[in-house]
């Protein structure tokens, strides 16, 4: 039986057009060719056009806010909730009516970073947490695009390093993945930030700290050490349009610990009902007494 070959050319072709398919067909390649710059630049598109976003000058959300301790504590609290900010000034704030816990504001004032106290001399920790690594607030990080001061924005124009990672399959979602390296705060945090594939709003921020075990004088004691891990998160949902700039209304931040002295782990939620822009501002807004 004669067998007949498609001969080197049509071999050739062939091969070169399923190629020349694979790369340019594919969208998921295709995204992942993207530079950082055109990562930001289609996050700030989806925040508002140049007039919109330049016309906000202060901005207040507040609404019904909770807490949940599941680790280091139990129970639920629930109180209200007050995000202002204004240039790369920056107040968030969680109000309970609970005598053990009955505050939480974290604030920066564009020279130092103050946190409230649950109790005369003693910080919950969360406010532990960001007075330690006040980066988070200095560098425009706690809160994403619904703090004027976000790094990726004009305003906030203190952005590190960024690398593109490409689009990431995370909790059954497709999002574009930036890499963001502080210039001088937080360099020990992997910090991750995240954006919808197809609309590129920021929906995720992920901050982890790994602490190396200290190594105790006995090797008895050393061997009940271990290596202590930090694990922040930011979810932004429920996106509407205030002014021209769409916004997040639901605010998730989550805060988890493990280390020998015990694991914590605590979720703040925040529905903000009401956004304000161009409301004038005292000074000491951005200050905790």
């Known amino acids: 039986m004669r067998h007949f070959g498609l001969g080197p050319f049509w071999s050739l072709l062939i091969l070169f057009t399923l190629v020349w398919m694979g790369v340019f067909c594919s969208p998921v390649v295709a995204k992942a060719k993207m530079k950082p710059e055109e990562v930001v630049a289609q996050h700030l598109a989806a925040l508002g056009s140049p007039e919109a976003r330049a016309a906000a000058k202060?901005?207040?959300?507040?609404?019904?806010?909770?807490?949940?301790?599941?680790?280091?504590?139990?129970?639920?609290?629930?109180?209200?909730?007050?995000?202002?900010?204004e240039g790369t000034k920056v107040r968030l704030m969680f109000n309970f009516d609970h005598p053990e816990y009955p505050v939480e504001h974290?604030?920066?004032?564009?020279?130092?970073?103050?946190?409230?106290?649950?109790?005369?001399?003693?910080?919950?920790?969360?406010?532990?947490?960001i007075y330690d690594h006040e980066g988070f607030l200095t560098e425009g990080l706690l809160g994403g695009a619904t703090s004027l001061g976000w790094c990726l924005s004009e305003a906030?124009?203190?952005?590190?390093?960024?690398?593109?990672?490409?689009?990431k399959d995370v909790d059954g979602r497709k999002l574009h993945e930036?890499?963001?390296?502080?210039?001088?705060?937080?360099l020990d945090?992997?910090?991750?930030?995240?954006?919808?594939a197809d609309t590129f709003r920021h929906v995720l921020s992920v901050y982890r700290l790994r602490i190396p075990a200290f190594m105790a004088g006995k090797p008895a004691d050393s061997g009940r050490t271990r290596d202590s891990?930090?694990?922040?998160?930011?979810?932004f949902g429920d996106f509407k349009t205030v002014d021209g700039l769409t916004l997040p209304h639901a605010y998730r931040l989550v805060l988890n610990y493990e280390a020998d002295v015990?694991?914590?782990?605590?979720?703040?939620?925040?529905?903000?009902?009401?956004?304000?822009?161009?409301q004038e501002l005292e000074s000491a807004v951005f200050g905790v007494q």
């Open 229 to 235: 891990y930090w694990k922040m998160t930011e979810e």
């Open 189 to 196: 945090f992997q910090i991750l930030l995240y954006f919808e």
């Open 178 to 186: 930036l890499r963001y390296k502080p210039r001088s705060v937080l």
């Open 58 to 85: 202060t901005r207040v959300l507040d609404g019904p806010a909770s807490v949940t301790f599941r680790l280091g504590g139990t129970g639920r609290s629930d109180g209200k909730s007050v995000f202002v900010s």
């Open 262 to 278: 015990g694991p914590f782990l605590a979720i703040w939620e925040a529905k903000f009902t009401r956004v304000v822009h161009n």
């Open 156 to 167: 906030g124009a203190r952005q590190g390093k960024l690398n593109y990672g490409g689009v």
């Open 106 to 129: 974290l604030a920066y004032d564009g020279k130092r970073v103050t946190v409230s106290l649950i109790r005369p001399s003693i910080r919950s920790r969360l406010s532990q947490f």
